[in-house]
C-alpha cells in the first residue's frame, strides 16, 4: 500500500516522505500543525500513525523542538508503542507519557522546591490504608468490599469528588458500593484521607491532584512547566477525566496548541470517571478547531466492518461510519448453542481448527463480559491441549475466591461434615464465605467474587445431575482434575480475557462468546447511559478482529438445561436471515431490544420499572384506565378471599399492561410480563373475562 513506503533519512525528501505515507485523511491531520486539531479516529484507522506523523512532520519542518512537545496516552504500553514510532520518524526527544507519569515527573522536581520538604511516599495499593480506616469506622468488610471501596474512590478523585460532596453526587447518579449507604461510604473515603496523611503517602489520584495544585497555586511553576511545553497532543482523549482535563487546561495555560484524538463509540470506562464530552464537544470549546475524521479502516476486513457500523447505527453511540480497506474475507458468524459447555466446545474446536491451519494461538482470542464466564472455555480449550493465557486477571481455578472455596469444600468432604445432595452441600460450605445464591446489587469487585463463588455452584449442580451417585468428595477430585489440566503456557497462547481488557489490542480470529440477554448488556446496566456503554462494549470487541469474527450464546446454561435465554439484544438486527439462529429467536432478541425503549416515545428506558412497563414513567399510558380499574377491583376482592397482599396477585404495572394489551386468550395472557404459569391457571380464567367484559364478580367464581 502507498502509505507504507518507507522513510527517507532527511531534510525535504523526509518531510515529503512522511505526507507520502499518509492516507488522505491522516495527512490532513499531520499538515494541521497548529492548535486546537481534533481527530475523531474509527477503530482500525490509524490514528497513532496520523498522530505521530503529525509531530514528526512538526519537528522535521523546524516548527515543534522535540523537547516542547508532550504527547499524552493513558497506558504505559501506548506511551512506549508513541516514543518507539517517534524515534523511527527521526523525533527521539519528544516526551510520551502517561498523564501520571507527566506529572509525577514535576512534582519530583518542583515539590521539594516549593515546599521545601520530600514529596509524599507513592503507595501502589490503597487497600491496606483503606482497611485501616475501615476498622477505625467499624466496618466489618473483606478484601473484595475493599476493592469496591478503592476504585469508588479512585472515582471520587477523578470526578473530583470530595469525602464532604460524595453522599449527595453519589445518589444522583445512582451510584452504590456493595449495598453500603453513600454516607458509610464518605465516612470511609474522609477516613482513608486522613490515614493516608498520617502516613506521609500518597495515593495515583493524589499525583495529578499535587500536580494541579502546584499549577494554580503557584505562577513560577506554572510559567516554567509552560516554557518547557508548548505542543500538546492527547491520544483516546474519549477516557479523559474532569480531573486529567482540569491538569491539562492548566499546562496550557490559555493557550490552545492542543491536538486530541478519540472515537465516541468507544467509550468503555464512564463508570470510572471518564468523560466523552470533552471531545464530543471539543469544538464548541474551540470553535475554530480542525476537525478530522478518520474512517479508512485497516484492521478488519469489510465484513467485520459493516457488522460493527450496523451495530451502532441509528443509536446515541453512533461514531464515525468505517470505511474498509481490506478484501472481502469470511461472513461474521453468529453461533446459537444449546448450552454453555457446548458453546465453549465450539470456540475451541474452532480454535483447534485455525491452528491446524497455521493460525498461532497468539492471534487468537476469546473476549467475555465478565472474568466468571472464562471457566467453561478453560476447561474446553485444556481439553484439546490448546494454551491459553487470561489476561487482565487470574485464571479461574487461581482465584483466591475460588481456592479459599475449594479448601472449605475438601474440609467439608474430608470431615464428613456434608450430606445429602452435592450442590445443596457447597451451597452450605460456600455460606460460610458469605455467599448467598441471590446476586448483591451494583458492580465491581464484589460482584466479580460473588458470579465465581455462583460458577462453582453451578459446577456442582451440573456434576450432580451427571453423576447423581457421586458425594461431595467426588466433586472434590472432579475440581483437582479441573485445576490440574489448565497450566498450560503463555508463550503462542489463545487469549481469553474481558471485553475491557482488550481495548486497544486486536487478533487474526476473535471469538466473542457468552453474548446472551442479560449478560450484553449486563443485567446491572439499567440506565439508557449504562445500556449504551454496553452496546459500545460489544463495538469495541467486535472491532478486535482482522479477519474471523465469531459471535456466540447459549440458550441454557447447562446440557439439559431450560432453553430460555435468547442472544444480545444489540444483536437483533444482525441476525436477520442468519441461518443457525431461530426465526423464534430471532423474534425474541428483537423484542429484547425494543424493551429497551419506550413504546410511546422511543426513548431509551431508566429503569426496571419502565422497562415492565415498556414506557417512560412520565408518558400517558396508552390502556385502558376502565379497564385497568377493574382488574384492580377484582384483584382487591381477590386478595381479600385469598388472605394474601394484593401485589401477590399481580403488580399495578402488569395489571397495567394486562389493559393496555387487552389479550383474548391464554397464549396472549402468557406473554404479559409477570404472568407465569402458575399465575396463569389460577388466575387466567378471569382475568380474561374482565377483558372480555364479563362482570368478574371475585375468587368464588373460579370455582
Sequence with gaps: MGWR???????????????????????????????????????????????????????????????????????????????????????????????????????????????????????????????????????????????????????????????????????????????MDPEVVARAFDAYEEVKRGQGRMDMEDVLLFGAGLLADNEAVAAQVRRQYKWFTVDEFQDVSPLQHALLDLWLGGRDELCVVGDPAQTIYSFAGADARYLRE????????????????????????????????????????????????????????????????????????????????????????????????????????????????????????????????????????????????????????????????????????????????????????????????????????????????????????????????????VFVAGMHEKMMPINQAQTPAEIEEERRLLYVAMTRARDELTVSWATAREPGGRANRGSSPFLADLLDGVPGVSAQRRERTKRNRAALHCRECGKALSNAREKKTGRCADCPASYDEALFERLREWRLARASGDSVPAFVIFTDATLQLIAEHAPTDEKGLRAISGVGPGKLTKYGDEVLALVAGASGDGPEKKN
Design 282 to 509: 471539543f469544538t464548541q470549546r474551540f470553535p475554530s478547531a480542525t476537525s478530522v475524521e478518520l474512517v479508512r479502516n485497516y484492521r478488519s476486513t469489510p465484513e467485520v466492518v459493516a457488522g460493527a457500523n450496523r451495530l451502532l447505527a441509528g443509536t446515541p453511540s453512533k461514531g464515525v461510519d468505517l470505511v474498509a480497506q481490506r478484501p472481502a474475507g469470511a461472513a461474521i458468524t453468529f453461533r446459537e448453542a444449546t448450552d454453555e459447555v457446548a458453546e465453549a466446545d465450539a470456540v475451541a474446536d474452532r480454535i483447534a481448527a485455525l491452528r491446524a491451519q497455521g493460525t498461532p494461538a497468539s492471534r487468537m482470542a476469546v473476549l467475555l463480559r465478565i472474568n466468571a464466564q472464562s471457566e467453561r472455555f478453560e476447561e474446553a480449550l485444556a481439553a484439546r491441549s490448546l494454551p491459553y493465557v487470561v489476561r487482565g486477571g487470574a485464571r479461574f481455578f487461581d482465584r483466591g475466591e475460588v481456592r479459599q472455596a475449594i479448601t472449605l469444600v475438601r474440609g467439608a468432604a474430608r470431615g464428613g461434615e456434608a450430606s445429602g445432595p452435592v450442590a445443596d452441600s457447597v451451597v452450605a460450605v460456600l455460606s460460610q464465605m458469605g455467599h448467598s445464591t441471590q446476586p448483591p446489587e451494583g458492580r465491581g469487585e464484589v460482584r466479580n467474587r460473588w458470579e465465581s463463588l455462583q460458577a462453582l455452584v453451578d459446577l456442582a449442580a451440573d456434576f450432580a445431575k451427571e453423576r447423581p451417585e457421586a458425594g461431595l468428595g467426588d466433586f472434590v477430585d472432579d475440581l483437582d482434575r479441573r485445576a490440574g489440566e489448565q497450566h498450560a503456557p503463555v508463550a503462542d497462547a489463545v487469549t481469553l480475557a474481558t471485553i475491557h481488557s482488550a481495548k486497544g489490542l486486536e487478533w487474526d480470529a
Design 5 to 179: 513506503t518507507p522513510l527517507t533519512p532527511t531534510g525535504h525528501g523526509r518531510r515529503a516522505t512522511l505526507l507520502e505515507a499518509l492516507d488522505p485523511e491522516q495527512r490532513q491531520v499531520a499538515e494541521a500543525l497548529r492548535g486546537p486539531v481534533r481527530v475523531l479516529a474509527g477503530a482500525g484507522t490509524g490514528k497513532t500513525r496520523a498522530v505521530t506523523h503529525r509531530i514528526a512532520h512538526g519537528v522535521a519542518t523546524g516548527l515543534y523542538a522535540p523537547t516542547e512537545v508532550l504527547a499524552l496516552s493513558f497506558t504505559t504500553r501506548a506511551a512506549g508503542e508513541m516514543r518507539e514510532r517517534l524515534r523511527s520518524l527521526g523525533a527521539p526527544g519528544v516526551q510520551a507519557r502517561t498523564f501520571h507519569s507527566a506529572a509525577l515527573r514535576q512534582l519530583r522536581f518542583f515539590w521539594p522546591r516549593v515546599h521545601q520538604r520530600e514529596l509524599p511516599e507513592l503507595t501502589e495499593s490503597k487497600l491496606g490504608m483503606l482497611a485501616l480506616a475501615a476498622r477505625r469506622q467499624r466496618l466489618g468488610v473483606d478484601q473484595a468490599t475493599l476493592r469496591d471501596l478503592a476504585s469508588e474512590i479512585e472515582w471520587a478523585k477523578v470526578s473530583n469528588v470530595s469525602p464532604d460532596t460524595y453522599a449527595g453526587i453519589a445518589r444522583s447518579r445512582g451510584r452504590a458500593v456493595s449495598g
